[in-house]
Structure formats: C-alpha cells, structure tokens
C-alpha cells in the first residue's frame, strides 16, 4: 500500500533517497536443510535474490557475504544465479564479506562485480578438501567383523570401516583435482589481470582481507554502510530483503546465521551441525 501511494505522489515531491536492496548470505554452503535449520544453498536464497533484483531502481545490489564454504555444488549455482540476474536485470554486485568467504564461500563471492572486506576478515582457500574417519582397528578390538556386498567393484569405494587402497585415494584425489581446476578457472575469469602472479594463491591458503587486497581477490577495504555511502551519497538507505516465516514463526533464510539456529537443528541432524561446527572452526570461528 505504501509503495502504491508513493507512486501517486509527483517525483518532483518525492524523497530522493536511493533504496539498495541487501540479502545476507551467511552460514555453511549444504544442500538440504529445515524449516528449524535453513540452508545456504540455492533453494534457500532463489526467491530472495530474485526479490533483490527485482527492485527497478535499486543500481546495485549488496550481498553480505559470511561463509566457510561446504559443498562446490551448491557455491557455483548460487554463483551462476547471482550473474545471471546480474545480467538480465543490468545490475552491479557489491559483495561485503564479513568473517569469511573461504571456499565456496569465496566462489560465491566471485559473483561479485567488486569485492569488498574488512581488513580482519578471512578470504580465500582456493581449493578442494574431503575428510572422513576410518574405523578398520577399532572394529577388530571390538571383535566385530565387517560384512559388504556388492553388485559392482567400486561400490564400497572409500568405506570408513576397511583399509583405506592405494587406488581409491588417487581416485579421490582425481575427482578433487577436477573440482579444483574448475574452482581455479572461476577465479582467473573474474578477477583477470587484478591477480597477482602468486603461486600461493591457487594452493589452499587462505589470507585475512588486507593481504587478499595484495593478492587481488578483493577489490577494497571497509564496511557496507560507509562504502555505498561514498558511493551513493548519504540518503542512501539499505533495505534488506528476508524471507517470509516458517510454520513456528522462524525467519526464513537471509536473515543471518547465529547459534540459536544451531541448536534448532539438533533434532534435524547433529551429523551436519558437527561438519558445519568444523568448517568455521578451521578459520578460527
């Protein structure tokens, strides 16, 4: 209703501040997730970036960016739909990393048109990385015998309750390489000549936003308020686009990722809280 008023309202009467639409993408990158426990994946986030972009007069659209990265699936379609709603609705992309865009969480990042940090965050670890348990000797001290069958040589590939074989480690590591290559070929795309002639920076590694501004994988240094301020003049006024509710009155996703979301997941897997507990915990979060 209001923005129907305002559009009866003559221009030459209506206030000249610039809306720019925000969405916050925070949280570890898995497919799946809950009403209780939303997900950063891209059946999440659709509906809030096609609203981001949707706004006509918005120049710009801000990305807050807070992600240790988890699964490369996931980060490159998010990545596409960001350029692809980039291009259709002729928009620039701001993306502001908060704590860390590492992995996948900088792959969406490359979406960006500009990158932009603050000088303590977390950028970077351009690379591929898969981990497991292997249980073969706890097995025999418990005296239980591990029984697998299969239709198909490979099938029990990699299985955490026997050796682990010379061979399905290189094949493993094959696959990883393949990711890694593509992983590697996103970030010569769009961030070009602005990279540095730095073998550490396609090895894993991961540098705060300062140094990654050396490197090339961020375009500057600062916050989203003071930034589109400089950039848009000071009525700019951010609005952040959020989800509806769930069934028990949760905010949907974009809204933030913080410890109560967390704990509302216990019931809906403590396996992946664990793995997304340890992706932050390796940037020291």
């Given amino acids: 209703m209001a923005g129907f008023l305002k559009r009866l309202v003559p221009k030459r009467f209506r206030k000249t501040e610039l809306v720019i639409p925000v969405v916050r993408m925070h949280g570890a990158i898995m497919a799946g997730g809950s009403q209780l426990r939303p997900a950063l994946n891209l059946a999440s986030y659709a509906p809030l970036l ?144 602005k990279l540095k002639d730095d073998p550490t920076i396609f090895s894993g590694l991961f540098w705060t936003g300062m140094r990654g501004l050396d490197l090339g994988l961020i375009d500057g240094l600062g916050d989203m308020k003071d930034v589109l301020r400089r950039r848009y003049g000071e009525k700019v006024k951010l609005q952040l686009v959020s989800g509806g509710r769930s069934l028990f009155g949760k905010k949907l996703p974009g809204v933030g990722f913080n410890a109560e979301s967390i704990a509302a997941s216990a019931a809906s897997g403590l396996a992946e809280v664990a793995e997304e507990k340890a992706l932050w915990a390796r940037y020291g979060f």
């Fill in 50 to 193: 096609d609203k981001a972009f949707g706004m006509k007069e918005a120049p710009a659209v801000a990305i807050s960016l807070n992600s240790p990265g988890g699964s490369p699936v996931q980060s490159r379609m998010i990545y596409n739909r960001i350029r692809q709603l980039a291009e259709e609705k002729n928009k620039k992309v701001l993306i502001f990393v908060e704590d860390v865009a590492a992995s996948g969480g900088y792959m969406i990042a490359l979406a960006g048109d500009e990158i932009i940090a603050d000088p303590t965050s977390i950028v970077g670890s351009i690379g591929v990385v898969s981990g497991g348990f292997g249980f073969p000797e706890l097995l025999k001290k418990l005296g239980i015998e591990r029984r697998v069958y299969t239709a198909g040589q490979n099938k029990a590939i990699l299985d955490p309750f026997q050796p682990e074989k010379e061979g399905d480690i290189d094949y493993l590591k094959s696959l990883q390489l393949e990711i890694h290559n593509v992983f590697i070929e996103m970030v010569k795309l769009r961030r070009g000549s």
